[in-house]
């Protein structure tokens, strides 16, 4: 049972000056919250600050490098050398940050020491982290990191070609030609990296554009917001302080209205037990007439039975406390001398220690429905049948024992949810719109469903669920009553597997090979694809039989099959016709070579050793295949 409901957003019920205290605290509010975005804003842009200015040191370092190994190749001078691999150490500290800030989770300190050993400025790294992470998955932050990834693999290959130079330059007899060589490639490298330069300072610059144009429609966006809510709420509360006064203008009016109406006894009564005043409605719930007040008759402390005096007491005390008193039950003695159960709340007259007014509910006809309730309730909890109970919006009310014992929720778990809590998905949308439609139409529906348990577990159900109306025809709840079937569901089950399954071995019989095969003969020639199907007749199995016996035998037939299903894919169909002859249907078969390569496989498995008991068996398999396409078999 599904429902919709729409609620509409109210401010909480604050005084005059709670209401002002409100809209500062809300405006206050406002303006951190738009101080800690321009703050965070701030944040990103010294970021990609930072990442500009950490580009300009690693693209330096990059033509040093190439200028100090270009240099040395020359000179042979270990100077150069050693600047060509300091240079090397800021790229690498670039590198090291980067793979430290993409692990999970992120290690800082090692993203903070590659930072520095890239010489970048120490007050810059957090800035550097926090927009690393903050925008990894930007699309403009994943092709930089991408890019710079690609210049690994050409660093790397710079290493490699300095150890050729290297090794060159120190070899006993130096090969010039190979040098000149190691120089041109030298040059390409350079070449490839300063295209890689280029392109990340481009992504970098379009992503700071975009961060720039982001950040200012958010700034605006949240401005506006913010705003509009303030607004909205000072709006709010000027109309809540406008009817308020309205409301304060008109409740006494209200008031006598509701005096003089017939839906709930009021009175006005004195500590003494006097009562001064009472609408015709109470007159009548205790069945006095006015003349009976003039006259001084009725009096609230001689009607009240002896057993409820005490609880009276506790009340007025209450009342002289704190001006007011929680509704209670109590009863009143009628004028014909039988008791009258009501529900009665009280409050003092404007601090007035004497009098006060009271609001009387009669609870005679409750009381006799709470005893019809008790019945019904007895007959609800004793029923073995799950029964559900939900309010006209589809809210669960109620529910019984047998219901929780069949889902396994408790009674606290359900009450307030839908009943979709119970819901397995494998009832379709479909089926849940023809039961909406016959209780739309007869006010009842009967069938299957499939719920889930609390602990995940599917169980069937046979449901009955029916409307209940009010005698003016309102919808005002639905009864469920459901009956666990699984024991029936399970035994249709066992039925329908022993019907298209070989009972020893639990593989398809002949009849659900015949209709895979019908399904694949279909699908090959709608999809235009292939299909294959394998033979299988185990050689020297009748042996088994005569050496070990039928037991043995069938045993082995048991672990074949295993062995047959381990090897196949989970969309392929494993069958056996009977005996010791067993096919595969394999669908979507690409070519003959893959269905040969697969039976290959099949039958080293089956010609492997089999150890049952303390007899280790081998046998073989005479195989063969056939392929289809849908037109052709």
Known sequence: MVTHKKHRLRLPVFSTGGKVVFIISLFVLISVLLGGMIFWYGNIFDGVRSYVRGEGLWAKAQKDAVFYLGSYSYSHSETDYNTYQEALKVISGDKVARLALLKYPPDYEEARKGFLQGQNHPADIDSMIGFFLTFQRISYMRNAISIWQSADETIAELKQLSEQIRVEINASKQNTEKIAELRDRLQQLNDELHQLENRFSLILSEGARWVKQTVWLVTVLALVIFIGIGLWVSRQIIKGITKAEQQLLISESRFRRLKESNTIGI???????????????????????????????????????????????????????????????????????HWVPIYIGAAMLGGN?????????????????????????????????????????????????????????????????????????????????????????????????????????????????????????????????????????????????????????????????????????????????????????????????????????????????????????????????????????????????????????????????????????????????????????
């Not at 659900?512 to 399904?519: A, H, K, M, S, T």
């Open 267 to 337: 009175i006005s009564w004195r500590t003494d037990g006097m009562i001064e005043e009472a609408n015709d409605l109470f007159l009548t719930m205790i069945g006095y007439d006015r003349s009976d007040i003039s006259t001084g008759i009725i009096n609230w402390r001689d009607i009240t039975p002896a057993e409820f005096q005490h609880r009276d007491q506790q009340v007025i005390n209450e009342l002289l406390t704190h001006g007011r008193c929680e509704p209670f039950e109590k009863a009143l003695i009628h004028k014909q001398g």
């Open 353 to 633: 220690q004497e009098q006060g007014i009271a609001y009387v509910m009669d609870l005679s006809e409750r009381k006799k429905a709470e005893q019809q309730l008790k019945l019904a309730a007895t007959v609800f909890a004793c029923s073995s049948d799950g029964i559900l109970i939900t309010d006209s919006s589809t809210r669960i009310v109620s529910v019984n024992h047998a219901l929780c014992a069949m889902t396994g929720y408790d009674e606290s778990e359900l009450l307030g949810q839908p009943p979709s809590i119970l819901q397995s998905g494998y009832t379709t949308g479909e089926e849940y719109n023809r039961m909406w439609e016959s209780l739309n139409t007869s006010g009842q529906w009967q069938g299957d469903i499939i719920d889930r348990m609390k602990s995940g577990t599917l169980i069937p159900m046979r449901a009955s669920i029916n409307q209940v109306k009010n005698t003016d025809n309102q919808l005002t709840h639905y009864v469920a009553i459901m009956s666990d079937i699984s024991e029936r569901k399970a035994k249709e089950e066992h039925l329908r597997h022993i019907a298209y399954h070989d009972p020893l071995t639990g593989l398809a019989n002949r009849v659900l090979f015949n209709d895979r095969l019908e399904q694949a003969i279909k699908l090959a020639a709608r999809n235009n694809t292939k299909f294959a199907v394998l033979f299988l007749d185990l050689d020297k199995f009748k042996p088994v039989n005569d050496l070990f016996g039928h037991k043995i035998g069938d045993r082995l037939l048991q672990k074949v099959a295993d062995r047959l299903t381990r090897s196949v894919r989970e969309t392929d169909t494993v069958t056996r016709l009977g005996g010791d002859e067993f096919v595969i249907l394999l669908e979507n078969v690409t070519s003959r070579e893959m269905a040969e390569k697969l039976l290959s496989q099949i039958i080293e498995a089956i010609g492997k050793a089999y150890r049952i008991d303390d007899y280790d068996i081998e046998i073989g398999v005479s195989a063969g295949i056939s392929m289809g396409d849908g037109l052709n078999m």
